[in-house]
């Protein structure tokens, strides 16, 4: 089955500058790639996604890159702001496969 | 339209026992996954449902099994408990039904083991 990884595994941010966070999967037929925002003690929610028939997708402060060749992808959340302390977790899935997510990224913006 | 609840929302149980745990899913949704939430383990896959049919499972021993019914709430039940299940249990549904859209996760059920 799918095996997704996340690095690095907690990152720590000045406000206003830019978090990077990388995620490899191991399944060449994944087509969907989902990343997830969950605050402290709350649940998790989709914040942004990308199919394969795309390179890169943007909303806002946050975008996301696919690299199919190599089989990664990346989550990119530019200024950063307090509010995007979190915990985010990439995943990955194929038609009718189970939804694969990694092990998470603490991300911790410091004032 | 309200949103995935989970019921009960926290539960202490001892060794060996069993426990059930239930979630109602956005109404129109169809697919209902569960996954288990541990510290640094992330979320891991438990099994998904569709149309009361389990369509994945994750590598979990047979302690586990759920369930869904006709009007789409499931169920997963844990059998002879451990330690080691003490976890966030969350369930999720999606409107989508091949596995490649959003999941509305529930507020989880947490569950602790003595």
């Known amino acids: 089955g799918e095996n997704v990884e996340q690095h690095p595994s907690t990152l720590s941010v000045q406000e206003g500058d830019s978090a990077v966070i990388k995620c490899t999967y191991s399944?060449?037929?994944?087509?969907?790639f989902p990343w997830y925002k969950q605050e402290l003690g709350k649940r998790p929610q989709l914040i942004i996604d990308i199919r394969s028939n795309v390179g890169e997708k943007k909303d806002q402060r946050i975008a996301v890159t696919l690299n199919k060749t190599a089989k990664h992808f990346s989550l990119h959340i530019t200024e950063t702001q307090p509010e995007d302390s979190a915990v985010y977790f990439c995943a990955a899935s194929r038609r009718n496969n189970r939804l694969a997510f990694g092990k998470g990224n603490q991300v911790v913006v410091i004032p | 339209k309200a949103g995935v609840t989970q019921t009960p929302r926290y539960l202490i149980k001892t060794r060996g026992q069993q426990v059930t745990l239930s979630c109602s899913p956005i109404?129109?949704?169809?697919?209902v996954s569960w996954y288990q939430q541990t510290p640094g383990q992330g979320l891991q896959f438990l099994f998904e449902?569709?149309?009361?049919?389990?369509?994945n499972k994750g590598n979990f021993p047979g302690r586990f099994s759920g369930r869904q019914f006709s009007n789409s709430r499931s169920e997963m039940n844990v059998s002879t408990l451990e330690l080691g299940d003490s976890a966030l249990y969350l369930c999720?549904?999606?409107?989508?039904?091949?596995?490649?859209?959003?999941?509305?996760f529930g507020e989880g059920s947490r569950l602790t083991v003595l």
């Open positions: 399944d060449s037929a994944s087509n969907y």
């Open positions: 999720a549904s999606s409107l989508d039904t091949t596995n490649t859209g959003e999941l509305f």
């Open positions: 449902y569709f149309s009361e049919t389990q369509r």
């Open positions: 109404s129109g949704h169809r697919s």
